[in-house]
């Protein structure tokens, strides 16, 4: 059931690049929000605004940590300041590094956690401090397949999308209680091609990339603004996300030795990490990065199973309209 009208307020966290941006223009395109954009990186804050102005929409820029409450909670009273009352809160925001576990520290840990999942836990926080007094509104968290299925490389951001997983299903029980009208979604995400690639921290030997298939973040934007508009519990995005999710429910010990045999060469190009570049862990890379990252020519522009999920009605409509068919043809040959 949609709740969409034009002007929505909606907060997106990691609104600067990557998945975010393509929301933000999305949101702006469609429907004209008015949207909190919320990330650390100012330029690139600062041009989402100008897409989401030129594309119908209106924006504030909200330059903040998400591992901050405070911040967060500042970044949520300003937006409803501007613009009124949040219909919308989209929890986007991320950070993480590639690396074997010994080979992480225990700052990192903290900061990858601070970020990618209380970051959520901040921003659901402020989000229902606005909404349960209304008994309104939505709250989209984006996760990710590795939030059922970890991967090597990987511990510190996949321990987090678990934690939020499992925040966000206390969370709806808890609003269920109290019989709320407020609605969460989490939404399970494959490999994007985002601009995350080229600046996330890593101690590999080679430069890091997706675990192919690879999907372009409009794919991913598409799921999340669906998310942002229809009653879903929860929504899976690309054939391979259900596979990993469902493959580690029935046969984990298999998951095991295929990510131990594969699971390191897939997260890595042919080319050789650049010694010292920077990383955008504790402060945002100065720039304009856009929603792309390197792999445009590898990825994917559509997803069949964000398609069948969006079009169920004339799925089903389809399959008993041939289902008449048969019977009158049976019925038919019959007489």
């Avoid at 209106?58 to 901050?68: F, G, T």
């Avoid at 970051?119 to 402020?126: K, R, S």
């Avoid at 984006?142 to 990987?154: D, E, H, M």
Wanted: net charge neutral.
């Amino acid at each position: 059931m949609s709740d969409m009208r034009r002007g929505r307020v909606i907060m997106l966290t990691g609104a600067s690049a990557g998945v975010g941006r393509a929301v933000a223009r999305q949101l702006a395109r469609e429907e004209g929000a008015r949207l909190g954009l919320l990330a650390r990186g100012e330029d690139g804050l600062e041009a989402t605004r100008r897409e989401v102005e030129h594309l119908g929409g209106e924006a504030l820029v909200l330059p903040a940590d998400v591992a901050e409450p405070e911040a967060v909670e500042e970044a949520a009273s300003a937006l409803e300041e501007r613009f009124g009352p949040i219909d919308v809160w989209i929890n986007n925001a991320m950070v993480t590094v590639f690396a074997p576990v010994w080979e992480v520290t225990a700052a990192e840990y903290t900061r990858v956690t601070k970020v990618t999942y209380l970051g959520v836990v901040h921003g659901t926080q402020a989000a229902l401090e606005r909404m349960r007094p209304r008994n309104a509104g939505r709250i989209v968290q984006v996760g990710s397949a590795l939030a059922y299925r970890a991967i090597p490389l990987q511990s510190a951001y996949c321990a987090a999308k678990h934690a939020v997983q499992g925040f966000t299903e206390a969370l709806r029980t808890e609003l269920m209680h109290e019989a709320s009208d407020i609605k969460v979604t989490m939404v399970q995400l494959p490999a994007v091609n985002t601009p995350q690639f080229g600046w996330l921290r890593s101690r590999l030997p080679k430069r890091p990339q997706p675990v192919p298939p690879i999907f372009q973040p409009e794919v991913a934007a598409d799921a999340i603004v669906y998310a942002a508009r229809h009653d879903q519990r929860e929504l899976f995005v690309g054939g391979s996300a259900l596979k990993a999710i469902w493959g580690n429910k029935l046969a984990p010990w298999l998951a095991d030795r295929v990510l131990a045999k594969n699971g390191f060469e897939s997260q890595q190009t042919d080319e050789p990490e650049i010694p010292g570049r920077a990383d955008n862990l504790y402060a945002p890379i100065p720039g304009d990065h856009g929603a792309h990252g390197r792999f445009d020519a590898r990825a994917r522009s559509v997803s069949l199973e964000l398609w069948a999920r969006k079009n169920r009605g004339l799925l089903a409509a389809g399959a008993a309209g041939l289902l008449a068919g048969v019977v009158g043809l049976f019925a038919a040959g019959r007489g």
